[in-house]
């Protein structure tokens, strides 16, 4: 699991101040994994380390820290009956007050290792484990004589969803809780969104969404699906002129033949006029709308770890 600063940043913005409880530890077996985490405000909660008594606990000593101004603390506990949990193992917990100069101090990615306790100097384990990150790309959380170091998440993905119909709700459902995306959602009328929009989620309202095409970054992903192929061309038209690392366009074969054949008469070249995916998603879940996103979902994933696996290669 690594720190995402976007993530943090809102949670920040909201509360002013939170406490991150990170797993730094396991010994023996644990409900989650080191760098699970979870962060704690006076009002509530987000993320997990496990659930039962030990999140419990651990959730009233943060909002305890956070009352008396505690900036960090460590705690170490095995899960056994005194709290009522059969785990057998032990975990050591880290709790961090989380600002904005907490956020100040993060790299934009990498490994951010810091002195919770113990000595000044970061230990051989650390220094060893940054060096790595360095060249080789690898990072994982390590706990060693007092030092934290964890990995931070590249700057999130860019990701624009053009149309608020049933597949863009579905769409977006299912990808807002996915970890390093940043969504934007366009449509014409505040009336076609959800009441709830996820807070992950920036909806944009445009009676020409099209528009809004030079505002997006030119390594920002795109899904096309609203509710007129009319709009759908001018979107594609106007990002082919733009620039963008994918482009997804909901339809048939059919539609894709149509959409060749009309880009090309507005003077795109056939090898720019492929960059763009049609249909989307995976044809052999069907065509229901969640089956649409969770087929995008899985492709989406897919080309991440596809790059990080490139990455880590050619560092």
């Known amino acids: 699991m690594t720190i995402e600063r976007a993530t943090l940043a809102r949670l920040v913005a909201d509360h002013g101040a939170a406490l991150r409880v990170v797993v730094a530890g396991v010994r023996g077996s644990a409900p989650r994994e080191a760098g699970a985490a979870m962060a704690v405000w006076p009002g509530g909660q987000a993320g997990t380390i496990g659930g039962g008594a030990l999140e419990y606990e ?8 956070l009352a008396a101004g505690q900036a960090a603390a460590v705690w170490r506990r095995p899960l056994g009956p005194a709290l009522g949990q059969c785990c057998g193992g032990a975990v050591t917990l880290v709790a961090e007050r989380i ?7 993060l790299p934009d990615d990498g490994l951010f290792a810091r002195r919770i306790e113990g000595p000044e100097e970061a230990p051989l384990a650390i220094r060893r484990a940054l060096a790595r990150a360095r060249s080789e790309g690898r990072a994982a959380t390590l706990w060693a004589q007092g ?20 597949v863009g709700r579905a769409l977006v459902s299912v990808l807002a809780p996915l970890p390093g995306l940043r969504i934007t959602w366009i449509d014409t009328a505040a009336d076609r969104f959800p009441a709830e929009i996820p807070e992950t989620v920036t909806a944009r309202i445009a009676a020409e969404p099209g528009a809004l095409v030079p505002e ?9 699906l609203t509710y007129s192929h009319a709009l759908d061309l001018d979107l594609c038209h106007r990002l082919l002129g733009h620039g963008f690392a994918t482009c997804g366009l909901i339809g048939s074969e059919t539609k894709r033949a149509r959409f060749r054949a009309r880009l090309a008469a507005l003077g795109h070249a056939p090898a720019a006029i492929s960059r763009i995916r049609c249909p989307i998603g995976d044809p052999g879940l069907g065509k229901h709308p969640h089956a649409i996103a969770v087929g995008v979902a899985a492709a989406l994933l897919k080309e991440r770890a596809a790059g990080i696996e490139q990455g880590r290669r050619a560092g």
């Open 99 to 105: 600002d904005a100069g907490w956020l100040a101090g």
């Open 58 to 65: 651990a959730a009233a000593e943060a909002r305890g820290m």
């Open 216 to 224: 997006a970054p030119q390594e920002a992903e795109h899904l096309i």
């Open 147 to 166: 030092w934290l170091a964890e990995p931070v998440a590249p700057p999130a993905r860019a990701l624009w969803i053009w149309g608020a119909g049933h």
